[in-house]
């Protein structure tokens, strides 16, 4: 984007909570695209299909805001009203971050909501058989997950997805927005509740005050390919601040859009951060989502290989590590959310 210098020209939050539906569909957009090097997806799909990734994410991200009766706890980080899109990026009107949340349980969309709003397609756009059979494994998982936690902590801000746009990951873009989501949580007493689905963005999130609570697989231990399964990573924030305390809280996100089986942020979505990758030669694909909203989307050629399984990613983050930049990814922002 356009370098900024006034206060007026910076990416700004806004809320969702009366999008009309193009404005929806490029918050869809935005999430999918956050999503290319998802490392549960490309390991669904033996990372052949990044495309295919890119597109469920965004069509999850349409069923879920269109299935919301409450989308208070959506936000969008937006660019300044004077911002241009640089060559070959998501057009300037396209929000920069994304968070699509909502208060458990008041304001889950139900089942029957979901399946009007869209989940059988949703089904049906998935890029390979595995990631059915983690929609169908993570669905009941999360639920049970969701209604204790509710149980023991109450209402709860479950981050069902989270995710920023590519050409803007490590530039504090999901950080702003995400403070900004934490703010009113704590001004409410409210636990937040997300699944990661990476290290990368464990940390990141980590940095904002969650806690793991739980590693979950992606497949039934009993899976043939469990063994080579990835994690998903729950996460929980107690609220902060001067209005924290107190019984006050919960954090946590139904499962019924398990359907984004655990992509970077929750509920195949709760939270989105892709690996950390040295720069590499990009394909493009190009997603349309509802509304006709079209958007091309660099697919790093090496990502497919590198998320065929999960060992190369723990043996990068190790080498990372020993050459000190982990330590380095902390002070960019580590984020790909």
């Known amino acids: 984007m356009v370098a900024s210098s006034s206060a007026e020209e910076q990416p700004r939050v806004v809320s969702l909570s009366s999008a009309n539906r193009q404005q929806l569909s490029r918050a869809a957009v935005c999430f999918g695209a956050s999503m290319v090097e998802d490392p549960i997806l490309m390991w669904a799909t033996d990372g052949k299909n990044p495309a295919g990734s890119v597109g469920f994410y965004t069509k999850m991200a349409e069923v879920f805001f269109n299935a919301m009766a409450d989308r208070s706890w959506c936000w969008a980080l937006q660019a300044p009203a004077n911002a241009k899109a640089l060559p070959g990026e998501l057009d300037a009107h396209t929000?920069?971050?994304?968070?699509?949340?909502?208060?458990?349980?008041?304001?889950?969309?139900?089942d029957w909501q979901l399946l009007c709003a869209g989940m059988v397609?949703?089904?049906?756009?998935?890029?390979?058989?595995?990631?059915?059979r983690m929609f169908l494994h993570l669905t009941p998982e999360f639920q049970k997950r969701h209604k204790a936690f509710h149980t023991e902590h109450g209402p709860f801000v479950y981050i069902a997805a989270f995710g920023t746009r590519?050409?803007?990951?490590?530039?504090?873009?999901?950080?702003?927005?995400?403070s900004a989501v934490l703010k009113m949580a704590d001004q409410k007493n409210m636990h937040c509740y997300l699944e990661a689905s990476s290290d990368d963005s464990r940390r990141f999130y980590a940095r904002h005050g969650f806690a793991l609570k739980e590693e979950l697989c992606v497949l039934p231990l009993t899976a043939s390919d469990a063994a080579g399964a990835p994690l998903l990573y729950i996460m929980v924030r107690p609220p902060q601040g001067a209005g924290a305390g107190?019984?006050?809280?919960?954090?946590?996100?139904?499962?019924?859009?398990?359907?984004?089986?655990?992509?970077?942020?929750?509920a195949a979505a709760g939270a989105a951060v892709g690996p950390v990758a040295a720069p590499a030669k990009a394909a493009e694909v190009v997603v349309t989502a509802a509304g006709g909203i079209a958007a091309t989307v660099a697919v790093p050629e090496a990502a497919a290989a590198a998320a065929a399984s999960t060992e190369p990613q723990k043996q990068t983050a190790a080498a990372a590590a020993e050459a000190g930049q982990a330590g380095e990814r902390a002070r960019q922002g580590d984020e790909q959310v």
């Open 95 to 110: 929000p920069q971050s994304v968070c699509l949340a909502c208060e458990v349980p008041r304001a889950y969309p139900s």
């Open 121 to 132: 397609g949703l089904g049906l756009r998935s890029p390979s058989w595995r990631c059915v």
């Open 166 to 178: 590519p050409k803007l990951w490590r530039r504090g873009r999901g950080s702003q927005l995400m």
């Open 246 to 266: 107190g019984a006050g809280g919960g954090g946590g996100g139904a499962g019924a859009l398990a359907a984004g089986v655990g992509g970077k942020g929750a």
